[in-house]
Nanobody, 130 residues
Framework: EVQLQASGGGLVPAGGSLRLSCAAS????????IGWFRQAPGKEREGVSC????????NYVGSVKERFTISTDKDKNTVYLQMNSLKPEDTAVYYC???????????????????????WGQGTQVTVSS
């Protein structure tokens, strides 16, 4: 059974940091592009970041560049999202997802077009207070 379990969300003040984790089971990272997307109440889904299965390339939506860092631990089949300098506009439910077809170059755009990932998990709430 494939599972993606996200954790690490919480309530932080603006300028604070959080590290999200996504533990995957039932499939190998080597075959998928793994990433994060978020959705805030009343807003469209937004791709945040991803890491490519084939070459380890990463991509970020412009609003989080220089603040967020994606990484993986293949031994643990876990993907992380280190989020620094958090802003109130980062408040959303964050989901991790995996897809065999998407690449680092296509993840952000596809997410905004409501692409259906191969796998995604329950989200974790991130709330940034002003």
């Amino acid at each position: 059974e494939v599972q993606l379990q996200a954790s690490g969300g919480g309530l932080v003040p603006a300028g604070g940091s959080l590290r999200l984790s996504c533990a995957a089971s039932g499939f190998s990272f080597d075959d998928y592009t793994i990433g994060w997307f978020r959705q805030a109440p009343g807003k469209e889904r937004e791709g945040v970041s991803c890491i490519s299965k084939s070459d380890g390339r990463t991509n970020y939506v412009g609003s989080v560049k220089e603040r967020f860092t994606i990484s993986t631990d293949k031994d643990k089949n876990t993907v992380y999202l280190q989020m620094n300098s958090l802003k109130p506009e980062d408040t959303a439910v964050y989901y991790c997802a995996a897809d065999r077809f998407l690449t680092a170059a296509t993840w952000i755009v596809a997410t905004g077009a409501n692409y259906e990932f191969d796998y995604w998990g329950q989200g974790t709430q991130v709330t940034v207070s002003s």
